[in-house]
């Protein structure tokens, strides 16, 4: 037993020395995508607020700026904050493989794992103080710690852990405090019909997780006056994914900086939402650069209403469009494209890694259903939580960090239901294992 930690250990070992030595080539002194935001949120909650005074600039939730704010209370600097990404990938692959060897072989755990450590577009965010790794780590601990809750007889402590983790996870990605509502309303039903005890546990798992975050929300609620608020983002990503036009996908486009390298594609964009951007957020230059410090000025509750009922009349108004862009919402999460005014080019590490990821999880699928295995409930708990996600993420719009921030219970599905029992990777996990991994 011993003997097989140790080698677990050494053989996750050489992944954290990969993950450092690529965010030290990566990383880079200036801030870059989001990086500005929660370094923002951070500094300001060392001066005990979050939203500047006067303002509703709710952009994300407090769950990584906490995390940033004590790095820099502590003085580390820039580069060595990008290098817990290193570790808190790391510990997400050793929490995939503890998953997995509750149900599997460790060999099989360890296939799994070592898979799920090359997956390239979990390398994405590595050099870069983003969410998304942070993510990762939050969403491997839920499948870790429901599984263990749900195993062990004495789950008081796990599910503690596993209620505080999926708190931190909703004022992290707001997306997911919609998820447990969706949990939440779907165990009260189920508990009411059949009076399963796991029904009842799921929904006091959703309830306190829920509960958790009601500091934030209560704060959200001062801020704006309004109940179950989670952020000033959503009327924004909403509007860009009604587009009604042909050619613009669902995309969300940063109307500060130019779309195409072509000058007459510009001009078009210009044209078409110039008016919109100016009715929400005020009096603005598309295209001008304003100074960060401007932006909670404008980016308030205010913009977020605004833009959500010019989104609701482009829906109502092209229904079938709306549809579209969902689909290349799906397309984009999984493939990283089509993009609105770009010549789209196939990404071939996309492709390749994603494609291979759902053609395996599909396999995985479809052995449940040939071999009729009976899914417990923890597996039904988490594969209801991934599908609400990406249900939801697909209606807003989304890249590919929306799909691979999923991807631990992908990993955990494919090895629970493709390497346990009837699978087709049989010959392939006999090769890598003669090759020196038994």
């Known amino acids: 037993m011993k003997k097989i930690r140790i080698k677990v250990v050494f053989l996750l070992i050489p992944y954290l020395i990969l993950y450092v030595i690529y965010i030290i080539i990566k990383a880079k002194p200036a801030l870059h995508l989001d990086e500005p935001t929660y370094l923002f949120y951070a500094r300001n909650l060392l001066l005990c607020f979050y939203a500047p005074e006067n303002t509703t600039f709710l952009w994300a939730g407090p769950g990584y700026p906490i995390l940033l704010a004590i790095l820099e209370k502590l003085n580390i600097p820039p580069v060595y904050q990008k290098l817990f ?20 072989s460790r060999n099989n755990a360890i296939l799994i794992t070592l898979l799920a450590g090359l997956y390239y577009p979990f390398y994405e965010m590595l050099p870069y103080r983003m969410t998304e790794v942070f993510v990762i780590l939050l969403i491997s601990m839920i499948l870790y ?3 263990r809750c749900f195993l062990n007889h004495n ?17 992290t990605k707001i997306i997911f405090g919609y998820v447990f509502v969706a949990l939440l309303l779907i165990f009260t039903v189920g508990y009411l019909i059949n009076q399963q005890s796991t029904h009842k546990l799921f929904f006091n798992i959703c309830f306190f997780s829920l509960l958790i975050s009601t500091p934030y929300l209560y704060y959200t609620y001062q801020k704006t006056g309004k109940f179950f608020y989670w952020g000033t983002s959503g009327g924004m990503t909403l509007y860009w994914m009604s587009s009604p036009y042909p050619e613009e996908y669902g995309d969300f486009i940063n109307f500060f900086f130019k779309p195409s390298k072509d000058e007459t594609k510009n001009q078009l964009y210009k044209m078409r939402h110039e008016q919109n951007i100016k009715r929400a957020i005020g009096n603005i230059t598309i295209f001008e650069k304003i100074n960060y ?15 959500k009922r010019l989104a609701i009349r482009n829906i109502r108004e092209n229904p079938s469009k709306y549809l579209k862009n969902c689909l290349f919402n799906i397309s984009r999460m999984l493939f990283n494209l089509p993009y609105s005014y770009r010549n789209n080019q196939i990404n071939m590490k996309y492709l390749i890694c994603n494609s291979i990821l759902l053609l395996l999880f599909m396999i995985a699928f479809a052995n449940i259903f040939i071999n009729k ?5 923890v597996d039904f ?15 807003l719009s989304a890249n590919p960090r929306q799909f691979y921030i999923i991807s631990p219970i992908i990993f955990y599905f494919i090895g629970r239901y493709l390497l346990n029992g009837p699978y087709i990777m049989k010959k392939l996990k006999l090769i890598l294992f003669r090759s020196g991994l038994k």
């Open 155 to 171: 789950k008081k402590g796990w599910m503690v852990l596993l209620i505080i983790f999926s708190g931190w996870l909703m004022i």
């Open 293 to 307: 410090e401007k932006l909670p000025a404008i980016l308030g509750v205010q913009q977020d209403q605004q833009f």
């Open 373 to 377: 295995i009976k899914i417990p409930q």
């Open 381 to 395: 708990f988490l594969i209801t939580f991934m599908f609400i996600y990406l249900g939801g993420s697909s209606l």
């Open 145 to 147: 710690l429901s599984n």
């Open 85 to 104: 990404n290193a570790c808190f990938l790391s510990t997400s692959l050793l929490l995939i493989y503890n998953s997995l060897k509750m149900y599997i």
